[in-house]
Each structure stands twice: as C-alpha cells, then as structure tokens.
C-alpha cells in the first residue's frame, strides 16, 4: 500500500502563480522527499526535509512538514511553464534505504 | 546524474516469455532498486539490492527475479511475462539520503 498520498491528484494553474501540493503518509518518518519527473523521464531529487524540521526553501520551493499530522506541502513560487510535471512525495519509514513514492501530483504551468 | 543507464529502453514482447532488462551504474553506489511506474500507482519498489549478491523483496515482488553479480549492473528479470507486467521500469541508485534514477524502460506484453 502507498505510504504517501498527494493532494490534488492534478493542478492547472497560470505562469507566475504559485503551486501547492500536499502529502499525507501513515507512519513515522525520519525523512520526506520530494520529486519531480518530467514527462517520460525518471525522477528528479529536488528537496529533502527531516523529521526535525518544520520548513527547508531551495530556490522558488518551500517545503513544509507536519509531523503531528503527518502531512507535508511543496510550494512552487511564480510557476513556470518549465515546472509543468508531476511532482511526487516519498518517505522512509523503513530506512533511508528504501523510501516508498506517493501517487503524485500532475501540475500544469500554462505560459 | 548518477550515470545509471538502462537497457533495452523499449521492449515489446509476448505473453509467457522471459524477458530481463539491464541497470548499469557508474559511481560503484552500494543500493541498487527496481521501481515500476503505473498509472495511479506511483512509483512502486520491486527489488532492491544492497551489495554484490545482496537483493531483497519489494512491495510487488511477485513474478520477478533479480541477481547483482557486479556492483555495477542490477539485473531485473521476468520469468514469464503476464500482460498485467506491462509498465515502465525504472531503476534507481540511492546517493546519501537521496535517489537517482535512470530513464526507464517501456516494457509491453501483448
């Protein structure tokens, strides 16, 4: 079963809006993820955020995370037709070794 | 980058053949993994190996089979392949607390 689950399954927004995506999970993490994987490429690292932090920015991304929750929102600033992709969340409740992807999100940058 | 490739990219084949594809990576990394990709599904694990004749079970195991004779190449085969295995494979290697992944392989059983 899927550790992570994406919120919304899809997302269609203008060029220099900003982008939110949200991940929910089961069970204790020491560290989320997230990805990107443009249209028939593998997956792209963007961001790592650890249990013990509550919010990480790299460049136009913000992540934050929630454990109390167990949910965590990737922000993209001032989207880009460039970001159109889906972006995916992956824990690792087993080890940093083995970390489980969610369903995704399919985000849309229309120029 | 990682220099992960795999091979063959593409492949169409028949129901009840086998078939193996091939990851081969560069940078010598101990963890090797196996993914498919499905509609709805995500990303999920299949196998993954932690050295040389290290390999253990994934999420959705059932029907294939792995072998790591060199750290460089991570086999992924499918004994007799059932239409339900079509999907794209993508294999991964996991640097730090991070995974890089190769370009997938289509794989199509009719």
């Known amino acids: 079963s899927q550790q992570g689950e994406e919120d919304p399954q899809a997302l269609s927004i203008q060029e220099g809006e900003n982008a939110t995506m949200n991940c929910s999970y089961k069970t204790s993490i020491n560290n989320l993820q997230w990805y990107r994987q443009n249209s028939g490429r593998g997956l792209v690292h963007l961001i790592l955020i650890r249990s013990n932090e509550r919010e990480k920015h790299s460049g136009r991304l913000r992540v934050t995370l929630d454990t109390s929750k167990k949910s965590s929102s990737l922000l993209i600033t001032a989207s880009r037709a460039a970001d159109t992709a889906s972006y995916f969340c992956?824990?690792?409740?087993?080890?940093?070794?083995?970390?489980?992807f969610g369903t995704g999100t399919k985000l849309q940058v229309i120029p | 980058d990682a220099g992960i490739t795999q091979s063959p990219r593409h492949k169409v084949t028949e129901t009840g053949t086998p078939v193996t594809l091939r990851c081969h990576q560069t940078?010598?990394?101990?963890?090797m993994y196996w993914y498919r990709q499905d509609p709805g599904h995500g990303l999920r694990l299949i196998h993954y190996?932690?050295?040389?004749?290290?390999?253990d079970k994934g999420e959705v195991s059932d029907g294939y089979s792995v072998s790591r004779s060199k750290t460089e190449d991570f086999l992924l085969t499918l004994e007799s392949a059932t239409s339900s295995q079509t999907s794209v494979y993508f294999c991964?290697?996991?640097?730090?607390?991070?995974?890089?992944f190769g370009p997938g392989t289509r794989l199509t059983v009719t």
């Open positions: 940078e010598n990394h101990r963890y």
């Open positions: 190996s932690y050295g040389v004749k290290d390999t």
């Open positions: 992956a824990t690792d409740a087993e080890g940093y070794q083995k970390v489980t």
């Open positions: 991964a290697i996991n640097r730090g607390n991070e995974q890089y």
